[in-house]
C-alpha cells in the first residue's frame, strides 16, 4: 500500500544534537537543539564495559573526549580492528560506566567549530536514560512531544564481544514507555541484519541507513556481496519495506555532486521510496562552506530549500535553528492558498 507523503513539512533531527553549537552528544547538545526546533534528538549509541548503553559517535573516544589527558588510562590505549578498520585509541567497552563519568567531551572538529572548544572539559558522556529523561522533561516543559532517534554503532562488532547493543536499547525504551508505530522514536543502523532482527521483537520505526558508497559490514561479514547501491534500486527499496519504516540516506544519493562538489540533477530515490511505502530522511546538513556544494557556498538556507523542495520527510541537521527557520517558510507555502 502506497501511503501518504504529500502535504507533511519535514521533521528536523538534531544531528547529535546542536551539534553546531556545542560538543556533540552532549546533553547541552541536545538541550539546545530542544530549544531550536528540533523534532528529534540523535544519538549515536555504544556500549561501556558493564553494558550501558551511551551516547558517542565512535566507541574510540579519543577525537571526543579528554580521555588522552587521563593518566590512570594511559595503559588502556590500544589498537583494534573496528569494521575492517584498523583503529588506535582508547574504546568505550574498555571502561565501565563509572569510568566514561569521570571523562569530559570536546569538540571533535576543533579547526572548524572553535567557539565549542569553549565548552571543552565541561560535560559529561550521557546515559540512553539521561538522554530519555532529559527528553521528557523537556517536553513536559513546553509542551511539545520531542523524538528521539538512536542509532544502533558497530552492532556486529558490539554482538562479537558480548555486548550486543539491541537488548538493553529494546529494555530501556520498554521501560519508559515507547510502544508502538507512532512512537516519537526512529532506531536507525547502517546495518540490515539488525534491523531485521528488531522487526522480529518490535513495532517500533526502523529506519535503514544508505551510505553513498561501500556496504553494510553485516554483508562483509555474511558475504552477501550487495552494496548500498544496491538497496536504493527499486528492488532494494522493496526489500527495506520488509523491515523498516524509512530510509536515512546520504544526501548525494539524492543530488550528487560532481568532482569539483558542483550539484548535479536530483535523482528518483524520494518518488521510488514513496512508492514502496518508505519515508526519507536525508543526512547531513551543516552551515559551513567545507561541508555544502559549490552551489550553496554561504546560502545553508539554499541548500536545504532545495531538499524540501524535493519532498524529503525529514533532515538531520548540525544546526536545527537554519533548518527550523527554512522549515517554517515550507510550512507557510503550504497553507498559502
Known amino acids: 500500500m502506497v501511503k501518504d507523503f504529500t502535504g507533511k513539512p519535514p521533521i528536523i533531527i538534531a544531528h547529535r544534537g546542536a551539534s553546531g553549537y556545542r560538543p556533540e552528544h552532549t ?6 537543539a530542544i530549544a531550536l526546533g528540533a523534532d528529534y534528538i540523535e544519538p549515536d549509541l555504544v556500549s561501556s564495559k558493564d553494558g550501558v548503553l551511551i551516547a558517542r559517535h565512535e566507541n574510540e573516544i579519543s577525537e571526543t573526549t579528554d580521555v588522552a589527558s587521563h593518566a590512570e588510562f594511559a595503559h588502556r590505549r590500544t589498537t583494534k580492528i573496528i ?16 569510568e566514561l563519568k569521570t571523562l569530559r567531551a570536546k569538540e571533535r572538529i576543533p579547526e572548524v567549530r572553535s567557539q565549542n572548544t569553549a565548552y571543552d572539559g565541561l560535560l559529561e558522556i550521557p546515559t540512553l536514560q539521561e538522554i530519555i529523561d532529559l527528553v521528557k522533561a523537556k517536553s513536559a516543559e513546553i509542551n511539545r512531544a520531542i523524538g528521539i532517534y538512536p542509532e544502533t554503532k558497530h552492532p556486529t562488532y558490539f554482538k562479537s564481544i558480548g555486548l550486543a547493543l539491541e537488548e538493553p536499547l529494546l529494555a530501556t525504551l520498554t521501560a519508559n514507555g515507547y510502544q508502538g508505530a507512532n512512537a516519537p522514536i526512529f532506531i536507525q543502523s ?10 522480529t521483537k518490535t513495532d517500533l ?17 555474511s ?6 547501491a544496491d538497496l536504493v534500486t527499486a ?27 558542483k550539484l548535479q540533477s536530483p535523482t528518483s530515490l524520494v518518488i521510488d521510496a514513496h512508492t ?5 530522511h536525508v543526512w547531513t546538513f551543516r552551515n559551513e562552506d567545507c561541508f555544502l556544494p559549490l552551489d550553496f557556498q554561504g546560502n545553508p538556507q539554499g541548500e536545504y530549500e532545495l531538499f524540501l523542495s524535493l519532498g ?23 497553507c498559502s492558498p
Do not use: C, M
Open 312 to 334: 524529503v520527510d525529514g533532515v538531520f541537521s548540525d544546526y536545527p535553528d537554519t533548518v527550523f527557520a527554512v522549515n517554517e517558510n515550507f510550512r507557510f507555502k503550504l
Open 223 to 228: 558475504g552477501d556481496e550487495r552494496t548500498y
Open 83 to 98: 569494521d575492517g578498520e584498523s583503529k588506535t585509541g582508547w574504546f568505550t567497552e574498555d571502561f565501565t560506566l563509572v
Open 190 to 199: 547502517f546495518e540490515v541484519s539488525n534491523l531485521q532482527d528488531l522487526s
Open 276 to 280: 514502496v511505502g518508505l519515508l526519507v
Open 235 to 261: 528492488s532494494g527499496l522493496e526489500e527495506i519495506y520488509k523491515y523498516a519504516q524509512a530510509v536515512g540516506i546520504h544526501k548525494n544519493l539524492l543530488v550528487p555532486r560532481d568532482s569539483n562538489g
Open 27 to 32: 546533553l547541552a547538545a541536545y538541550e539546545l
Open 205 to 221: 520505526p526502523l529506519v535503514q541507513l544508505l551510505n553513498n558508497s561501500g556496504k553494510p559490514y553485516d554483508f562483509v561479514v
